[in-house]
């Protein structure tokens, strides 16, 4: 989860279930009428969490209706060597906590069985356990760094925006004592930032010194040695002109999702992909008539959130993004995340929980009386932001959703 913050400082929490643990977003299979594996895990992939009282949660990349599915669970240890667990399950969940305890990592697969006999293998996922606590651990004050303009935390780094004009990369293996690997004032404004396992995407505004990087525009860094980023590549032929301000991009597999302003008229999402060197090469152009702020990409779907509407995009061909279905609300959207079948949206007045089995069709089945500029959902807990406020809840009844902790910023 990604916020544009220019305050005094960041406040980084190690939270009930590992907020900052999210979902990568990489793509790991095309979808297709056969081969349909388990996707979407709950714990996230590469999760660090902080309860053994666990359910596993897990759906499917394409939305199917005609098919029933049971499930095998493989868990354990050992990658190489995993155990059946449990076997024929009828629901894509397990509870899980007899068989995970604290300082352990764990691995684990699904194996889905279709109502036309075919088998579904799914990747290995993993997730380890630690035990932190609810409280703010680590602080980047304004007086040493200029003021704190944005971050984004991907796998074990923390990529942070300076207002001072900067980029620092630290190391949060340790999350209450996080590394600096790389610092400088390198004299670029940038206003959003996103990353994968070998690059760190920054929006850049102005730039001057030694690192010269075009001006508004959105640049490439390789980041196989964290200590010394090297610009890779830009798409300055495409946002080359100071109109075309862009609010947020957002890595998406091996593309990259931008959100332009388009003026009065809605806005713009781009679809750049993003080859192994770097480079960035336009594959769509979708204008909105929402004013939308940010893009959340799930599997082959993009949810626009914004004024009375929710815009739902299929990108299963990225070159052509298609308008597959709109979530009509009386009030403006700010958020979306889901998780398996379920799709949560963050409103300005309250929370909406929808069955979303069905993509063209998500029925509302709970809401909660809480604005939210933002939510993320990471394993049972939903986590929701406002005011000065980041507020937890117990999500695995979903008709029964409780509220188990607040902090204040």
């Known amino acids: 989860m990604h916020y544009n913050l220019i305050s005094k400082a960041v406040l980084l929490f190690v939270l009930v279930g590992g907020v900052f643990i999210g979902c990568s977003g990489e793509i790991l299979f095309e979808p297709s009428p056969v081969h349909n594996p388990p996707s979407y895990p709950s714990p996230d ?3 660090v969490i902080n309860t053994p009282d666990q359910i596993l949660y897990w759906g499917h990349q394409n939305q199917d209706l005609s098919r029933n599915y049971s499930y095998d669970l493989y868990f354990g240890n050992d990658s190489a060597n995993l155990e059946l667990v449990a076997e024929g399950l009828e629901e894509n969940y397990f509870e899980a906590s007899d068989l995970i305890q604290y300082d ?3 691995y684990w697969k699904i194996e889905a069985l279709d109502n036309e006999g075919n088998v579904h293998i799914g990747e290995t996922w993993s997730f380890s356990v630690r035990e932190h606590s609810f409280k703010i651990i680590w602080e980047v004050n304004n007086d040493e760094y200029g003021g704190v303009f944005g971050y984004h ?3 074990d780094y ?3 925006l300076r207002g001072s004009g900067g980029l620092s990369i630290y190391e949060t293996a340790d999350l209450r004592n996080p590394i600096p690997l790389f610092k400088e004032e390198m004299k670029v404004v940038c206003y959003d930032v996103c990353a994968d396992d070998k690059y760190v995407y920054l929006y850049v505004g102005r730039s001057w010194g030694r690192w ?10 390789d980041i196989s040695n964290p200590y010394q980023p090297v610009y890779a590549g830009d798409c300055r032929e495409v946002i080359n002109d100071q109109t075309l301000y862009v609010h947020s991009i957002c890595k998406h597999g091996e593309y990259l999702l931008a959100i332009l302003d388009g003026g009065y008229d809605g806005n713009i999402l781009q679809i750049f992909h993003i080859d192994e ?3 960035f090469s336009l594959e ?3 204008r909105t008539a929402l004013e939308v702020m940010k893009t959340y990409p799930v599997g082959d779907k993009v949810y626009l959130p914004g004024w009375k509407k929710v815009e739902i995009l299929d990108i299963e061909d990225p070159s052509n993004p ?4 709109t979530i009509e609300i009386d009030e403006t959207a700010t958020g979306v995340e889901t998780r398996g079948n379920l799709l949560f949206m963050s409103c300005l007045s309250k929370t909406y929980i929808y069955d979303n089995t069905n993509p063209t069709n998500p029925v509302k089945v709970n809401e909660l009386s809480i604005n939210s500029y933002d939510l993320e959902v990471s394993c049972n807990y939903l986590y929701i932001v406002n005011d000065c406020y980041i507020t937890t809840f117990d999500i695995r009844n979903i008709q029964n959703i409780r509220e188990v902790g607040s902090s204040y910023t």
């Open 322 to 325: 298609v308008l597959e279905h």
């Open 277 to 279: 060197n770097g480079q």
């Open 284 to 286: 769509s152009t979708y």
């Open 158 to 160: 923390l990529y942070l």
């Open 212 to 221: 010269q990087f075009p001006e508004y525009t959105v640049v490439s860094l």
């Open 104 to 106: 352990n990592a764990y």
């Open 153 to 155: 935390v991907y796998g």
């Open 45 to 47: 992939d590469k999760a």
